[in-house]
T-cell receptor, first 112, second 111 residues
């Protein structure tokens, strides 16, 4: 069964550093998403991406966040200057038009 | 915010059917009911969705009331591996619409 692949599975970074979280969506999917989940809290929508541009973003997705699909396969989330409160699980998802989203297994980001 | 109401937790005996309810009284005519689950800290997993007819797949059945204001997800023979948080979500079908997750129902399947 096709999978959404996320790397790394765990990243530890110093506060103020830039991080890039990587995702390889399912190849024939057209819509891509990033979600995050702070420990013990709900899964929160960050951004959706279609046709090489952001289609919707949440209030969380401020100027510190950016997404891109640099080579037609990878889908990345960049956090420019990480804060302690950015520590969370980050999930990438993709959707092809029929069923529900397919989520990756996540990247656990720890900001110290 | 989520447009659904679910009980925070439920128990089920292994091998028995797990029936997870969801209220969505403000659902609009073009909104579907989706169910996902999240096992421990893994990514959410799509289970099933429907508009107004009952649906069944290899994982579960979805029963939607005639007025569409509530639904029930049925896991016919729950196993210990079905212990998870189950999310009921209403949204329009289409990739351009974000999926909003609520708190869900934490299902404990006990031996």
């Amino acid at each position: 069964e096709p999978e959404v692949t996320q790397t790394p599975s765990h990243q530890v970074t110093q506060m103020g550093q830039e991080v890039i979280l990587r995702c390889v969506p399912i190849s024939n999917h057209l819509y891509f998403y990033w979600y995050r989940q702070i420990l013990g809290q709900k899964v929160e929508f960050l951004v959706s991406f279609y046709n090489n541009e952001i289609s919707e973003k949440s209030e969380i997705f401020d100027d510190q966040f950016s997404v891109e699909r640099p080579d037609g396969s990878n889908f990345t989330l960049k956090i420019r200057s990480t804060k302690l409160e950015d520590s969370a699980m980050y999930f990438c998802a993709s959707w092809q038009g029929t069923y529900g989203y397919t989520f990756g297994s996540g990247t656990r980001l720890t900001v110290v | 915010d989520a447009k659904t109401t679910q009980p925070p937790s439920m128990d089920c005996a292994e091998g028995r059917a797990a029936n997870l309810p969801c209220n969505h009284s403000t659902i609009s005519g073009n909104e579907y009911v989706y169910w996902y689950r999240q096992i421990h800290s893994q990514g959410p997993q799509y289970i099933i969705h429907g508009l107004k007819n009952n649906e069944t797949n290899e994982m579960a059945s979805l029963i939607i009331t005639e007025d569409r204001k509530s639904s029930t997800l049925i896991l016919p023979h729950a196993t210990l591996r079905d212990t998870a948080v189950y999310y009921c979500i209403v949204r329009e079908e289409g990739g351009g619409f974000k999926t909003i997750f609520g708190a869900g129902t934490r299902l404990f399947v006990k031996a």
